[in-house]
């Protein structure tokens, strides 16, 4: 019997936004994103109810892939944030809640879509080339002769994600390997066009955060069986690599599609094994110290190359492949015939080391840009969770140098965009009043709902009841504990900023963030003397940030955009 | 199960279908949201798109997806705007069944019987509109509409070049109606810049577009993750996977392309290999080796750099390749590999049989093969360099969700065939005759004439029964040459009519037949804009009636009234009922040429209905009358819906009203519209809803079957035969 059935018609549903079903799906989204932002952000607990593992986070990859999301509109949503995070593993749950807060603000003021579409167009356009000129106070240049700047863009990574368990020492300590990790894949001579090397993660489970370490080379995990066959490592000034990546097992290669017929007695395995005794004869009258197999090497093969004091090691596997031709210098030999002199490659030396219960075999390349770097966290979940973490600071190091500014953090950027956006709609509306043919009632609705997006945005930050403030100079972003005492004068409070560029020394006029107030001009142009005063700033990725930025709005107009949805129930 | 078909259920499916497709037509259209089964979203516009999407059961709105997918496969465009059309024009007929109800009311008949009367009438005005949509537009589109064709080519000399302007307001409309109002402007952009920059030779653009047509899935890259606006266009051909091994190489870079493995195997399929002795085994695999490797080294002494394969090569040939410094690439799909193919004319590398003898193989030039990092994922990135009129480049297509990149693939696909048809020619032919009598309406006419059909062949046959012959055999011959049957069939009629009226006699029978012959050798040859006469070469060849014949013609030309001829039913003598009467008809062979436009904005659909509507007074018949009345006022529905959103001035009442003046007192009419619209599409878009809708027309009753016809019967019957 056929079991091809008839597709079911799909339900289609007009106005998908106007329902109320549509809002509180997407206030509970962002309810959600929200309640993660930020180093003092709420971890969820991620599990399957039939077992498996149980992941604690407050990533955005993490949290949106493993959400059902029943609505269509939130899969647009959902979709556009993982691939955004898959493009800069930054500033995810920032794309997340600018784009709900958007959605939803935009939606109460019920224009038409057009002209709502076109004016975040406008908006998000000068918030990026503001961002992109030089007058712009929350931009900073980084500076490459210094590790400052580059260390708090690590550190400010680590803080915020809570689900790492970190310490402060512990944080300083990764953060100075990462950092670490980062500048050994660049290479020394760099010409025209720099290609990064590449950081290995190591993992080591159950030790403390603060053995983790970075090496130069490459560290290969043998078991202690393994080891003890490993011979003890003559001292020499250079050692002598082959790197294989055929099997060297002994098995028929592929033998094509015909038959293979064999005559009783002959046995192609002695002359499999055959074939490679001839290698390993060549191996040792070419003088190979080392031979590394990404599959398997013949028992027998490694038995002649021992007492050849040749090491062996194999099951190397393929995603090691790479790193390892490029530390060797050699090219990966897929040969078993004859070898050409000019695949061999060296190291500068080879040792064994232990760290916490595991046993590696030690690489150390003469000069290259691959390390090694081994990161230790106390249970599984944290450290999947520092692992990713790592990745994404790296990541974001790599942007940084090809995009040299970093972007003020805290939500500090977030407040200060709109003192900027405020005082322009309201001093210069005529140019975007005549190029987008709407009126001014419009352009201010908008502008406030655009506003109000990025400043609840910054609230998020906040999680523990406390009120934010905005200060009336730079626009920058401060917060007070909550349950102040009734007689402190709570203005007096904040002594920092979010980012951490501004005290509370100078007279500065604070207010509530959300409440209404008359828009100013905010100090542009960066003092030179408050780039080089604080030394621990809260920093983001300008690249992930601005492009997260332009991600949501252009996800906020595509989703305000649907005029109807169909759904395939097939 | 069976229901009753009629126009109130078409309407009513037809109207749902159009609260779904108005939403997204035109610049102010929004977008719709597919969700697959799968899980992954889709944006569209596409109105061919979303009808597929909902999976209807309806069995007239299957027959209704079912129109719009073949018109799509024509052209391309145009789904949202005939599911609107269709749904005015099935409007326009059921206000008419209103109107007449009393008429039906009067006689007291049972349902039943009242459904199949109205089946009947159904027949009949399905029948009129099939005559006008052969008959009455092409005259209309010819006579009238053609005069405010504008061109998209620069100049009217022969050599066809684009112009940059123009296309680029052909494809800004295309792509407000197709991708989401923030990306359009940029997306029209990118495509007509992709176009230019491939285009080597600007007389040959026709080329480029068929084989980026054809291509298109391998002419782009979607990077997901990125905002819109980092889309762009790289010189070059992007294959979408990384080298197995790569050598950096400057210079002089050949390339060879494999499609099998180079290393030689044990067997190949159908044969055997036996194996005696272990010796035998290893001098067979160092046989192998050595072969592979001195393969490889020929390659190198070709100076070849870069080896395509199509299929996975063993580890032992990417080592041979690297230590020779041949960058390879394994996996090609054959789309790539024809695409290259066609880029580069350059035939896959045959492996020489014997290991002595190679032959010079086949190889081409590339200007530089380097790996291109696009989001973390690498590809293969190609300078080909071309020998044909397309210079190789790829467009990347860049967005915040794989939904939004494929829109923006699939219009830009959509683009390309929208371009290639209006670029091509498409023909017209429709008949005038001077005929003071009025000419009755389609099928009474077919009635009367069915009735008087003996009569014409009578005469004929005894007038003359060689003539019969020659016509008989003139058929065959026409049957022969089967380039343009349609044309010709129309042919033979009126030779049977002129024989007549000028009382023929012996020695034209040969003069007849070499002029059919002629006719046919002319009609086959592609005419553009030239009015063929088929009583011209009749004149030269027989000049004694010459001087009646001339003014027959002249007078053709001053009193135009068109027959109503169904053009598949003209073969049939019996149509040609008043014979004595149309004796000078003439055959128009016309055509839209290629690249003609017209401004957007209900541009067309205004011009039709103004026309038509003239046409509707001068016309006498009421059926003609009627359809056309129908059809002009079901044009109006898509510019409503155009300007539905417009206030003051631009509102569609007032448009409507200028746009008429305009037309009345000889005016140009002046649009506020930038963008233009291709007019073969329009047409063609008429042409295909006028014909579903006689197919849903046509239809009295819908029977369900429970389970498909079973397909075993026929087999046990076969094995029984």
Same mark, same amino acid.
């Given at each position: 019997?056929?079991?091809?059935?008839?597709?079911?018609?799909?339900?289609?549903?007009?106005?998908?936004?106007?329902?109320?079903?549509?809002?509180?799906?997407?206030?509970?989204?962002?309810?959600?994103?929200?309640?993660?932002?930020?180093?003092?952000?709420?971890?969820?607990?991620?599990?399957?109810?039939?077992?498996?593992?149980?992941?604690?986070?407050?990533?955005?990859?993490?949290?949106?892939?493993?959400?059902?999301?029943?609505?269509?509109?939130?899969?647009?949503?959902?979709?556009?944030?993982?691939?955004?995070?898959?493009?800069?593993?930054?500033?995810?749950?920032?794309?997340?809640?600018?784009?709900?807060?958007?959605?939803?603000?935009?939606?109460?003021?019920?224009?038409?879509?057009?002209?709502?579409?076109?004016?975040?167009?406008?908006?998000?356009?000068?918030?990026?080339?503001?961002?992109?000129?030089?007058?712009?106070?929350?931009?900073?240049?980084?500076?490459?002769?210094?590790?400052?700047?580059?260390?708090?863009?690590?550190?400010?990574?680590?803080?915020?994600?809570?689900?790492?368990?970190?310490?402060?020492?512990?944080?300083?300590?990764?953060?100075?390997?990462?950092?670490?990790?980062?500048?050994?894949?660049?290479?020394?001579?760099?010409?025209?066009?720099?290609?990064?090397?590449?950081?290995?993660?190591?993992?080591?489970?159950?030790?403390?955060?603060?053995?983790?370490?970075?090496?130069?080379?490459?560290?290969?995990?043998?078991?202690?069986?393994?080891?003890?066959?490993?011979?003890?490592?003559?001292?020499?000034?250079?050692?002598?690599?082959?790197?294989?990546?055929?099997?060297?097992?002994?098995?028929?290669?592929?033998?094509?599609?015909?038959?293979?017929?064999?005559?009783?007695?002959?046995?192609?395995?002695?002359?499999?094994?055959?074939?490679?005794?001839?290698?390993?004869?060549?191996?040792?009258?070419?003088?190979?110290?080392?031979?590394?197999?990404?599959?398997?090497?013949?028992?027998?093969?490694?038995?002649?190359?021992?007492?050849?004091?040749?090491?062996?090691?194999?099951?190397?596997?393929?995603?090691?492949?790479?790193?390892?031709?490029?530390?060797?210098?050699?090219?990966?030999?897929?040969?078993?015939?004859?070898?050409?002199?000019?695949?061999?490659?060296?190291?500068?030396?080879?040792?064994?080391?232990?760290?916490?219960?595991?046993?590696?075999?030690?690489?150390?390349?003469?000069?290259?840009?691959?390390?090694?770097? /081994?990161?230790?966290?106390?249970?599984?979940?944290?450290?999947?969770?520092?692992?990713?973490?790592?990745?994404?600071?790296?990541?974001?190091?790599?942007?940084?140098?090809?995009?040299?500014?970093?972007?003020?953090?805290?939500?500090?950027?977030?407040?200060?965009?709109?003192?900027?956006?405020?005082?322009?709609?309201?001093?210069?509306?005529?140019?975007?009043?005549?190029?987008?043919?709407?009126?001014?009632?419009?352009?201010?609705?908008?502008?406030?709902?655009?506003?109000?997006?990025?400043?609840?945005?910054?609230?998020?930050?906040?999680?523990?009841?406390?009120?934010?403030?905005?200060?009336?100079?730079?626009?920058?972003?401060?917060?007070?504990?909550?349950?102040?005492?009734?007689?402190?004068?709570?203005?007096?409070?904040?002594?920092?900023?979010?980012?951490?560029?501004?005290?509370?020394?100078?007279?500065?006029?604070?207010?509530?963030?959300?409440?209404?107030?008359?828009?100013?001009?905010?100090?542009?142009?960066?003092?030179?003397?408050?780039?080089?005063?604080?030394?621990?700033?809260?920093?983001?990725?300008?690249?992930?940030?601005?492009?997260?930025?332009?991600?949501?709005?252009?996800?906020?107009?595509?989703?305000?955009?649907?005029?109807?949805?169909?759904?395939?129930?097939? | 199960?069976?229901?009753?078909?009629?126009?109130?259920?078409?309407?009513?499916?037809?109207?749902?279908?159009?609260?779904?497709?108005?939403?997204?037509?035109?610049?102010?259209?929004?977008?719709?949201?597919?969700?697959?089964?799968?899980?992954?979203?889709?944006?569209?516009?596409?109105?061919?798109?979303?009808?597929?999407?909902?999976?209807?059961?309806?069995?007239?709105?299957?027959?209704?997806?079912?129109?719009?997918?073949?018109?799509?496969?024509?052209?391309?465009?145009?789904?949202?705007?005939?599911?609107?059309?269709?749904?005015?024009?099935?409007?326009?007929?059921?206000?008419?069944?209103?109107?007449?109800?009393?008429?039906?009311?009067?006689?007291?008949?049972?349902?039943?019987?009242?459904?199949?009367?109205?089946?009947?009438?159904?027949?009949?005005?399905?029948?009129?509109?099939?005559?006008?949509?052969?008959?009455?537009?092409?005259?209309?589109?010819?006579?009238?509409?053609?005069?405010? $064709?504008?061109?998209?080519?620069?100049?009217?000399?022969?050599?066809?070049?684009?112009?940059?302007?123009?296309?680029?307001?052909?494809?800004?409309?295309?792509?407000?109606?197709?991708?989401?109002?923030?990306?359009?402007?940029?997306?029209?952009?990118?495509?007509?810049?992709?176009?230019?920059?491939?285009?080597?030779?600007?007389?040959?653009?026709?080329?480029?577009?068929?084989?980026?047509?054809?291509?298109?899935?391998?002419?782009?890259?979607?990077?997901?993750?990125?905002?819109?606006?980092?889309?762009?266009?790289?010189?070059?051909?992007?294959?979408?996977?990384?080298?197995?091994?790569?050598?950096?190489?400057?210079?002089?870079?050949?390339?060879?392309?494999?499609?099998?493995?180079?290393?030689?195997?044990?067997?190949?399929?159908?044969?055997?290999?036996?194996?005696?002795?272990?010796?035998?085994?290893?001098?067979?695999?160092?046989?192998?080796? *050595?072969?592979?490797?001195?393969?490889?080294?020929?390659?190198?002494?070709?100076?070849?750099?870069?080896?395509?394969?199509?299929?996975?090569?063993?580890?032992?040939?990417?080592?041979?390749?690297?230590?020779?410094?041949?960058?390879?690439?394994?996996?090609?799909?054959?789309?790539?590999?024809?695409?290259?193919?066609?880029?580069?004319?350059?035939?896959?590398?045959?492996?020489?049989?014997?290991?002595?003898?190679?032959?010079?193989?086949?190889?081409?030039?590339?200007?530089?093969?380097?790996?291109?990092?696009?989001?973390?994922?690498?590809?293969?990135?190609?300078?080909?360099?071309?020998?044909?009129?397309?210079?190789?480049?790829?467009?990347?297509?860049?967005?915040?969700?794989?939904?939004?990149?494929?829109?923006?693939?699939?219009?830009?696909?959509?683009?390309?065939?929208?371009?290639?048809?209006?670029?091509?020619?498409?023909?017209?032919?429709?008949?005038?005759?001077?005929?003071?009598?009025?000419?009755?309406?389609?099928?009474?006419?077919?009635?009367?004439?069915?009735?008087?059909?003996?009569?014409?062949?009578?005469?004929?046959?005894?007038?003359?029964?060689?003539?019969?012959?020659?016509?008989?055999?003139?058929?065959?011959?026409?049957?022969?040459?089967?380039?343009? /049957?349609?044309?010709?069939?129309?042919?033979?009629?009126?030779?049977?009519?002129?024989?007549?009226?000028?009382?023929?006699?012996?020695?034209?029978?040969?003069?007849?037949?070499?002029?059919?012959?002629?006719?046919?050798?002319?009609?086959?040859?592609?005419?553009?804009?030239?009015?063929?006469?088929?009583?011209?070469?009749?004149?030269?060849?027989?000049?004694?009636?010459?001087?009646?014949?001339?003014?027959?013609?002249?007078?053709?030309?001053?009193?135009?009234?068109?027959?109503?001829?169904?053009?598949?039913?003209?073969?049939?003598?019996?149509?040609?009922?008043?014979?004595?009467?149309?004796?000078?008809?003439?055959?128009? $062979?016309?055509?839209?040429?290629?690249?003609?436009?017209?401004?957007?904005?209900?541009?067309?659909?205004? /011009?039709?209905?103004?026309?038509?509507?003239?046409?509707?007074?001068?016309?006498?018949?009421? *059926?003609?009358?009627?359809?056309?009345?129908?059809?002009?006022?079901?044009?109006?529905?898509?510019?409503?819906?155009?300007?539905?959103?417009?206030?003051?001035?631009?509102?569609?009442?007032?448009?409507?009203?200028?746009?008429?003046?305009?037309?009345?007192?000889?005016?140009?009419?002046?649009?506020?519209?930038?963008?233009?619209?291709?007019?073969?599409?329009?047409?063609?878009?008429?042409?295909?809803?006028?014909?579903?809708?006689?197919?849903?027309?046509?239809?009295?009753?819908?029977?369900?079957?429970?389970?498909?016809?079973?397909?075993?019967?026929?087999?046990?019957?076969?094995?029984?035969?």
């Amino acid at each position: 019997m056929s079991r091809l059935e008839a597709k079911k018609p799909s339900i289609c549903s007009r106005e998908p936004l106007t329902g109320g079903r549509a809002g509180a799906s997407l206030a509970a989204l962002r309810g959600l994103v929200a309640s993660c932002y930020g180093p003092a952000g709420r971890l969820k607990q991620l599990h399957n109810g039939r077992g498996g593992p149980v992941a604690t986070t407050s990533r955005s990859a993490a949290l949106l892939a493993g959400l059902p999301v029943s609505h269509p509109v939130l899969k647009v949503l959902t979709a556009a944030v993982r691939s955004h995070v898959a493009c800069f593993s930054d500033a995810g749950l920032f794309t997340a809640i600018l784009c709900c807060n958007l959605v939803e603000n935009v939606q109460r003021l019920g224009l038409t879509p057009t002209t709502v579409i076109r004016l975040n167009k406008h908006l998000l356009s000068l918030c990026t080339r503001y961002l992109k000129s030089e007058v712009c106070a929350c931009r900073i240049p980084v500076d490459f002769g210094s590790t400052q700047i580059l260390l708090s863009l690590v550190r400010s990574i680590l803080t915020s994600k809570p689900a790492c368990m970190l310490i402060a020492k512990e944080i300083d300590h990764i953060s100075t390997l990462i950092l670490r990790a980062f500048l050994l894949t660049i290479p020394e001579n760099a010409q025209e066009h720099v290609i990064l090397g590449k950081s290995i993660i190591v993992p080591l489970k159950g030790q403390r955060v603060i053995d983790s370490a970075v090496l130069p080379g490459i560290l290969i995990e043998v078991s202690e069986v393994q080891l003890k066959k490993i011979l003890p490592i003559k001292k020499s000034d250079s050692f002598k690599v082959a790197v294989f990546c055929v099997s060297l097992s002994g098995d028929l290669s592929d033998t094509g599609e015909g038959t293979l017929l064999v005559s009783y007695g002959v046995s192609l395995e002695n002359a499999a094994l055959d074939q490679l005794f001839n290698l390993g004869k060549q191996l040792v009258s070419d003088h190979v110290d080392l031979v590394l197999c990404q599959k398997v090497i013949h028992p027998s093969l490694k038995q002649f190359l021992r007492t050849h004091q040749i090491i062996a090691v194999d099951r190397i596997g393929v995603s090691l492949m790479e790193p390892l031709s490029k530390v060797t210098g050699t090219r990966p030999i897929g040969s078993l015939g004859s070898i050409s002199p000019s695949s061999y490659g060296t190291v500068k030396d080879l040792c064994i080391a232990k760290f916490g219960c595991k046993h590696f075999f030690h690489l150390i390349p003469n000069k290259t840009t691959v390390c090694s770097l /081994l990161l230790c966290n106390r249970n599984d979940t944290a450290w999947d969770e520092l692992k990713l973490t790592c990745q994404t600071a790296l990541h974001a190091l790599q942007l940084t140098v090809k995009e040299p500014y970093v972007l003020l953090g805290g939500g500090c950027t977030e407040t200060h965009l709109v003192a900027y956006i405020r005082h322009k709609t309201r001093n210069e509306p005529e140019s975007i009043l005549r190029d987008e043919r709407c009126s001014q009632t419009e352009l201010q609705l908008v502008t406030e709902a655009f506003c109000s997006a990025l400043e609840s945005l910054a609230g998020s930050l906040e999680h523990d009841g406390g009120e934010v403030l905005t200060d009336g100079k730079y626009g920058h972003f401060w917060s007070v504990q909550a349950n102040l005492p009734s007689a402190v004068n709570w203005p007096d409070l904040p002594s920092r900023c979010g980012c951490g560029l501004y005290s509370s020394q100078e007279e500065l006029s604070w207010s509530f963030l959300r409440s209404a107030r008359h828009p100013f001009p905010p100090q542009t142009c960066l003092s030179p003397e408050a780039k080089g005063s604080a030394d621990t700033l809260t920093l983001d990725c300008f690249t992930a940030k601005l492009s997260g930025l332009q991600v949501a709005v252009e996800t906020a107009s595509l989703i305000l955009d649907l005029s109807c949805v169909i759904e395939d129930t097939n | 199960m069976a229901a009753a078909g009629s126009v109130t259920v078409a309407l009513h499916v037809a109207e749902v279908l159009e609260t779904i497709v108005s939403g997204c037509l035109g610049p102010e259209g929004r977008q719709v949201l597919c969700t697959k089964p799968t899980g992954e979203v889709l944006l569209s516009r596409d109105g061919g798109r979303l009808l597929k999407a909902l999976h209807l059961e309806h069995p007239v709105a299957r027959v209704m997806v079912a129109c719009v997918s073949s018109h799509l496969r024509k052209t391309g465009d145009g789904a949202k705007t005939f599911i609107i059309f269709l749904c005015h024009l099935l409007r326009g007929l059921r206000e008419i069944t209103d109107k007449e109800k009393d008429y039906f009311l009067f006689e007291n008949i049972q349902t039943c019987g009242r459904h199949w009367k109205n089946c009947c009438q159904w027949k009949f005005i399905s029948q009129a509109l099939l005559t006008f949509q052969t008959q009455i537009l092409d005259y209309i589109m010819d006579l009238y509409l053609s005069r405010h $064709f504008l061109s998209i080519f620069s100049s009217c000399s022969k050599e066809r070049t684009l112009c940059r302007s123009s296309l680029e307001m052909l494809l800004g409309a295309y792509f407000c109606g197709r991708v989401g109002r923030n990306n359009h402007n940029l997306i029209s952009q990118l495509m007509c810049d992709y176009v230019f920059k491939c285009t080597a030779c600007e007389s040959r653009f026709e080329e480029v577009l068929e084989i980026v047509d054809d291509c298109f899935g391998e002419l782009k890259v979607g990077v997901t993750g990125l905002p819109v606006s980092d889309s762009r266009i790289i010189a070059g051909l992007v294959l979408q996977r990384d080298f197995s091994v790569y050598c950096p190489a400057d210079g002089d870079i050949r390339i060879a392309i494999v499609t099998e493995t180079i290393q030689p195997l044990f067997s190949v399929s159908g044969s055997e290999f036996i194996l005696n002795s272990e010796a035998q085994f290893q001098t067979s695999q160092l046989w192998i080796t *050595e072969r592979t490797k001195a393969i490889v080294k020929h390659l190198q002494s070709q100076n070849v750099k870069l080896l395509l394969s199509t299929v996975k090569q063993p580890d032992l040939v990417i080592y041979c390749a690297g230590l020779n410094g041949i960058s390879v690439v394994e996996c090609l799909s054959h789309e790539e590999l024809s695409l290259i193919q066609r880029v580069i004319g350059l035939a896959p590398f045959a492996l020489p049989e014997a290991s002595s003898q190679y032959e010079l193989s086949h190889t081409a030039l590339v200007k530089f093969c380097k790996p291109l990092i696009l989001r973390s994922k690498r590809y293969v990135h190609l300078g080909l360099v071309s020998t044909c009129s397309f210079t190789p480049h790829c467009v990347i297509l860049c967005g915040p969700v794989q939904g939004l990149i494929e829109q923006h693939e699939d219009a830009l696909h959509g683009a390309f065939k929208m371009l290639r048809q209006v670029f091509k020619d498409l023909d017209l032919n429709y008949v005038t005759q001077t005929s003071d009598q009025n000419c009755t309406s389609g099928p009474r006419i077919y009635e009367n004439s069915r009735e008087n059909n003996e009569l014409p062949k009578i005469v004929n046959s005894s007038i003359q029964r060689s003539y019969q012959d020659t016509v008989v055999k003139n058929k065959g011959e026409l049957a022969k040459t089967q380039t343009n /049957l349609k044309v010709c069939s129309n042919l033979i009629v009126p030779n049977v009519k002129l024989e007549k009226t000028v009382l023929c006699s012996a020695p034209k029978v040969a003069v007849t037949d070499s002029y059919q012959t002629e006719e046919t050798l002319r009609c086959s040859s592609p005419n553009k804009g030239t009015i063929m006469d088929d009583h011209e070469p009749y004149i030269e060849s027989n000049s004694a009636n010459s001087t009646t014949e001339n003014t027959r013609r002249e007078i053709s030309y001053e009193n135009l009234q068109v027959t109503k001829l169904a053009r598949k039913d003209s073969m049939l003598p019996l149509r040609y009922k008043s014979l004595e009467m149309c004796s000078s008809q003439s055959y128009y $062979f016309s055509s839209i040429p290629a690249g003609c436009v017209l401004p957007v904005g209900g541009n067309f659909e205004i /011009l039709l209905h103004y026309y038509l509507l003239n046409y509707a007074k001068k016309c006498q018949q009421s *059926e003609q009358t009627m359809v056309s009345r129908i059809i002009a006022n079901a044009l109006l529905g898509v510019p409503k819906i155009l300007y539905k959103s417009k206030k003051g001035n631009y509102s569609f009442p007032q448009v409507y009203v200028r746009a008429l003046q305009a037309l009345q007192t000889n005016q140009p009419m002046i649009s506020n519209q930038t963008g233009l619209e291709s007019v073969a599409g329009k047409y063609q878009l008429l042409t295909s809803v006028l014909q579903c809708l006689t197919n849903i027309l046509t239809v009295d009753l819908v029977i369900h079957i429970e389970r498909q016809p079973q397909e075993i019967y026929d087999q046990d019957s076969e094995e029984e035969l």
